[in-house]
């Protein structure tokens, strides 16, 4: 299990616990809290289970009102949002979108996260590959404004 600990990527997140992951018949698979299961480990899911843990954990948002791989579908197309955060009337109030960490953060990862919000219409998108991550305002001209960092539950 050393062995696959030392083959995944440092990334700028805080880390999480060794228990979460294992090997299910060779295959790495990581513990989701949110979705109350185990899962392919994947560079990307690497990002999604940091990054969630840090949004429950450091920034205080309920596990309760955070979902991951939420499905939603735009212009007859099923997508699935990687994460999001839903406000205390359930309506979408943070959405994330998690890129491998090899992958740079483009135009592209926004524009991909700004159609789904076309039917989420939440305020405030995050864009991470676990290295870095971006944070913004939708502004109700259309218009986004970028944050210093992700706002903590408490300032929300």
Known sequence: MTNLLENLPQLSLPPLPPSRIR?????????????GRWVALTP????????ASWLTG???????HTAN???????????????????????????????????KITPAVFDQIARYNSVLHAPVLVVSNGLTHYCCRYNADGSYTFLKSVPPYSTK
């Open 44 to 51: 990307e899911e690497w990002v999604r289970q940091h990054f």
């Open 69 to 103: 791989e939420v499905a939603l579908t735009q212009i007859k197309r099923q997508r699935r949002a990687d994460t999001i955060i839903y406000d205390d009337h359930a309506r979408p109030y943070i959405v994330v979108e998690y890129k491998r960490p090899t992958v």
């Open 23 to 35: 090997l299910e018949s060779g295959a790495p698979r990581i513990f989701d809290p949110l979705r």
């Open 58 to 64: 450091e920034l205080g948002y309920p596990a309760s």
